[in-house]
């Protein structure tokens, strides 16, 4: 069929009936990620044993993915981080601005205290730790370096980016010691089932002590 259309001669009415594809296939996608978001755990792995919904998810890059979902990054106050293989953040499509949503964090992400996990979602690199029985999750790329923060270290409630000293972020509120570029701070809430959801677009309110 697709072999068809480019023998369409005229080129204006050939690039019209492309974007017109684009833009249908640009809103499938869309409707579908925004659908298995509001899986519950084990959901999707359920119905892609039906042959034909396998197909329609492969093709909009919605399989579960062979290999986890994030990757722990730090485990002991004052330990160094381990290298880490950088994971492609998918493929970007030309689609309007998200409204207000929350994602699940992945199931490999562990709630236990002391940890931390540099996780590749959807909406990008995220940051995810529990200190002292709380949840934070932050932008998981320097804001002043471009990179991702996945080899820093948490001391106490400040993380040292590992590209350039002097560059830390309060976990608590994604400040900058000292001013500067603040990391992007995301609420999180955890669900009946102990699933930790990430809310994007919605408000965030510091977790910072009462004095």
């Known amino acids: 069929m697709l072999g068809a259309l480019d023998e369409i001669e005229d080129a204006e009415t050939r690039d019209r009936v492309f974007a017109a594809m ?34 329609l998810m492969g093709m909009y890059d919605l399989l579960p993915p062979e290999v986890p979902g994030c990757q722990k990054v730090w485990d002991f106050v004052g330990e160094d981080i381990p290298n880490l293989a950088t994971r492609d953040a998918g493929v970007n499509a030309a689609i309007p601005a998200e409204p207000p949503h929350w994602s699940p ?13 540099l996780c590749t979602l959807e909406e990008g690199n995220v940051l995810l730790l529990r ?39 309060d976990i608590r509120s994604g400040k900058k010691l000292g001013g500067g570029s603040a990391l992007e701070c995301f609420p999180v809430r955890v669900e009946e089932d102990g699933r930790r959801m990430i809310g994007f677009g919605v408000p965030f309110e510091a977790k910072l002590p009462a004095f």
Not at 133 to 149: K, M, R
Request: charged fraction near 20%; include cysteine.
């Open 105 to 117: 964090a992945p199931p490999d992400a562990l709630a236990n205290e002391g940890t931390a996990y």
């Open 22 to 55: 684009a833009g249908i296939d640009a809103v499938h996608r869309e409707a579908l990620h925004r659908l298995v978001r509001l899986f519950k755990e084990g959901v999707l792995e359920q119905v892609i044993t039906d042959p034909a919904i396998n197909s």
């Open 131 to 169: 200190l002292e029985g709380v949840d934070y999750a932050l932008s998981g790329d320097c804001p002043d370096h471009s990179v991702s923060l996945e080899n820093g270290r948490l001391d106490g409630v400040m993380w040292h980016c590992p590209n350039g000293p002097g560059c830390s972020f």
